[in-house]
């Protein structure tokens, strides 16, 4: 079925959206805080996605009061039927000649992150 004729909302296409978003008021922290938030977006296709994604950053961005919507988007097409247990919502592939600590550490394990870690 081509999403861009779906007649019903309910069978439309779900997609997972991040932005990034600057904080300007994080008084216990001295650097810029930024923030990678996924969301699920149900839309006919990529652009209806980034269009309602990027609606919904300005509202949250606006309603936080000290955050900023930076404009970057990153749209990922949910491929499951069904959304529950296990269901990927986003996914990212990256090239890189790091190895895997390297790469870790360089992308995801700084120890900038404001975030809970595994042990």
């Known amino acids: 079925m081509n999403p861009g004729n779906r007649e019903n909302k309910n069978e439309e296409p779900w997609y997972g959206a991040k932005c990034i978003f600057l904080h300007t008021a994080i008084e216990s922290c001295q650097r810029q805080v930024y923030e990678e938030r996924v969301i699920l977006v149900r839309a006919n296709d990529f652009d209806e996605a980034i269009r309602g994604a990027e609606q919904e950053a ?8 000290s955050c900023t ?3 970057f988007i990153d749209v990922f097409h949910i491929y499951d039927g069904h959304l529950g247990d296990g269901t990927e919502v986003y996914s990212l592939m990256r090239t890189s000649d790091f190895g895997t600590d390297e790469y ?5 394990d700084t120890e900038a992150e ?3 870690k595994q042990p």
Do not use: K
């Open 58 to 65: 300005e509202t949250y961005a606006r309603d936080c009061g």
């Open 69 to 71: 919507y930076t404009g």
């Open 104 to 108: 870790l550490t360089r992308f995801y």
């Open 114 to 116: 404001r975030t809970r």
